[in-house]
T-cell receptor, first 112, second 116 residues
Framework: TQLLEQSPQFLSIQEGENLTVYCNSSSVFSSLQWYRQEPGEGPVLLVTVVTGGEVKKLKRLTFQFGDARKDSSLHITAAQTGDTGLYLCAGGGNNAGNMLTFGGGTRLMVKP | GAVVSQHPSRVICKSGTSVKIECRSLDFQATTMFWYRQFPKQSLMLMATSNEGSKATYEQGVEKDKFLINHASLTLSTLTVTSAHPEDSSFYIC????????????FGNGTRLTVT
């Protein structure tokens, strides 16, 4: 079973601060996705990374895929209250159903 | 972009009744759909993988006779919670993957089930 560990589980910061969320595994993933979920809604895809060492930027969000494709990070610069939500990483393995393995999630609260 | 529609968004039912949740891929064909359950403030737990035209594959600990999955077409999968009990109350989310090995999953907006 491929497992993904996310850290921290909870993060409460002030608006304007920077933060980094980590997603680690002992397994290699063919791709890794980051999702953001708000209460009562389904997760919304933020980014997919597929190449070891890849870095993708989405406005104030920077995503990095580890060289060995076993870990990833999400860095948010100058957090805003609208960034509040549950951030989930999910890894796609080489399995028949193309099933995703989800990390435990990081619950971020950005206070004004 | 790919859209997955889930219905209903909220349902309240009495203990002992059955509830059907629908998951549709609106602009793409999905041979595989996934059903998740999410408890408050927790991540998504995969319940089963729904395969078009064949039986669903259930994760360990998920009762297949309690959570009936039907994937009759390339755009529709249904999850029926049979003889629901209060402990079945949860947020159920479906997802579907587009074509291609590294295609991301697209999620429905979830169904909040409350069993009284």
């Amino acid at each position: 079973t491929q497992l993904l560990e996310q850290s921290p589980q909870f993060l409460s910061i002030q608006e304007g601060e920077n933060l980094t969320v980590y997603c680690n595994s002992s397994s290699v993933f063919s791709s890794l996705q980051w999702y953001r979920q708000e209460p009562g809604e389904g997760p919304v895809l933020l980014v997919t990374v597929v190449t070891g060492g890849e870095v993708k930027k989405l406005k104030r969000l920077t995503f990095q895929f580890g060289d060995a494709r076993k870990d990833s990070s999400l860095h948010i610069t100058a957090a805003q209250t609208g960034d509040t939500g549950l951030y989930l990483c999910a890894g796609g393995g080489n399995n028949a159903g193309n099933m995703l393995t989800f990390g435990g999630g990081t619950r971020l609260m950005v206070k004004p | 972009g790919a859209v997955v529609s889930q219905h209903p968004s909220r349902v309240i039912c009495k203990s002992g009744t059955s509830v059907k949740i629908e998951c549709r891929s609106l602009d793409f064909q999905a041979t595989t759909m996934f059903w998740y359950r999410q408890f408050p403030k927790q991540s998504l737990m995969l319940m089963a993988t729904s395969n078009e035209g064949s039986k669903a594959t259930y994760e360990q600990g998920v009762e297949k006779d309690k959570f009936l999955i039907n994937h009759a077409s390339l755009t529709l999968s249904t999850l029926t919670v049979t003889s629901a009990h209060p402990e079945d109350s949860s947020f159920y989310i479906c997802s579907a993957r587009g074509q291609g090995h590294n295609s991301p999953l697209h999620f429905g907006n979830g169904t909040r089930l409350t069993v009284t």
